[in-house]
Nanobody
Framework: QVQLLESGGGLVQPGGSLRLSCTAS????????MGWYRQAPGKQRELVAT???????NYADSVNGRFTISRDNAKNTVYLQMNSLKPEDAAVYYC??????????????WGQGTQVTVSS
């Protein structure tokens, strides 16, 4: 089956930076969009940023101007550059791949999540 693997999470001080990566593996013909979601304790999972295969990006207001999403379509990899991190950014960050075309009907997939901690 298709698997998504995230990496790059960790502990940073407020104002620091992290770069998350996510690669989709398996028999994949195409992926319509990839993105990042996050979930903090006691809160609902929320969209952080998405990017289509054509390069169109969308950001949550809370991260716009600080985070940058990018994608390498040939490698089925999506990145999230996070700058000027705030304590409120601390969460488990999940990678998503939407509209994944395999030999089966298109489907959506989620990664296992990577922990981002922002603390002094």
């Amino acid at each position: 089956q298709v698997q998504l693997l995230e990496s790059g999470g960790g502990l940073v001080q407020p104002g620091g930076s992290l770069r998350l990566s996510c690669t989709a593996s398996g028999i994949i013909l195409s992926i319509n969009a990839m993105g990042w979601y996050r979930q903090a304790p006691g809160k609902q999972r929320e969209l952080v940023a998405t990017i289509t295969s054509g390069g169109t990006t969308n950001y949550a207001d809370s991260v716009n101007g600080r985070f940058t999403i990018s994608r390498d379509n040939a490698k089925n990899t999506v990145y999230l550059q996070m700058n000027s991190l705030k304590p409120e950014d601390a969460a488990v960050y999940y990678c998503s791949a939407k509209g994944v075309q395999t030999l089966r009907p298109v489907d959506d997939y989620w990664g296992q999540g990577t922990q981002v901690t922002v603390s002094s």
